[in-house]
């Protein structure tokens, strides 16, 4: 039963990456980079839940920041710059820089640093935990990102607009 719920825990972790995949993946960005963003966003979501286990609670007693309003101005700025991006005459792939990597799995990871303040409570064996988070997730990418750029040729400029559109709400949710 224990194991069930670690993986129910991990699906619904991974969602919100699977869901910006979707939408980051209409930029038809390189195969190679679609690899590296789901193995950074797998390693985001073994090492942050892990962190929230063990400094978690201690940091959050002396920062009085809301994780949402990190995750809002990070997806934000990122759909800000898709809607931006679709309007340039460029047609070539869009490579993202290495910051834009880890600034995305930090955003869609963030929720599983608060998930590993209880980690012990969902599974004693946390590193089996935060081992199957970390493949649940990567794999969600992973297939977003493969899924939207697909949408993208299907669609074309209009889905990079859609995605900016999508993931600036998603944002937004974080901070209603």
């Keep these: 039963m224990e194991l069930l719920l670690v993986f129910l825990v991990a699906v619904s972790l991974s969602m919100d990456a699977f869901s910006l995949s979707l939408a980051y993946g209409t930029l038809g960005i390189p195969k190679k980079q679609i690899y590296l963003l789901a193995i950074i966003v797998g390693i985001f979501h ?3 839940p892990l962190i929230g286990l063990f400094v978690g609670t201690s940091i959050l007693n002396f920062i009085k920041i809301n ?3 990190i995750v809002f101005i990070v997806l ?4 800000l710059e898709m809607l931006i991006e679709s309007f340039s005459d460029k047609e070539e792939l869009k490579v993202m820089k290495t910051i834009e990597l880890f600034l995305f799995a930090f955003a869609v990871s963030i929720d599983s640093f608060s998930v590993g303040l209880t980690l012990t409570n969902i599974n004693p064996n946390y590193i089996l935990s935060v081992s199957i ?3 649940m997730s990567a794999l969600f990418t992973f297939l977003g990102l493969v899924l939207g750029k697909k949408i993208a040729k299907l669609v074309g400029k209009i889905s990079t607009i859609i995605g900016g559109v999508v993931l600036m709400i998603i944002g937004l949710f974080f901070v209603i």
């Excluded at 934000?76 to 759909?79: D, K, L, V």
């Design 133 to 135: 988070f970390a493949c």
């Design 76 to 79: 934000f700025a990122i759909g």
């Design 67 to 69: 994780p949402d309003i």
């Design 46 to 48: 073994f090492f942050m």
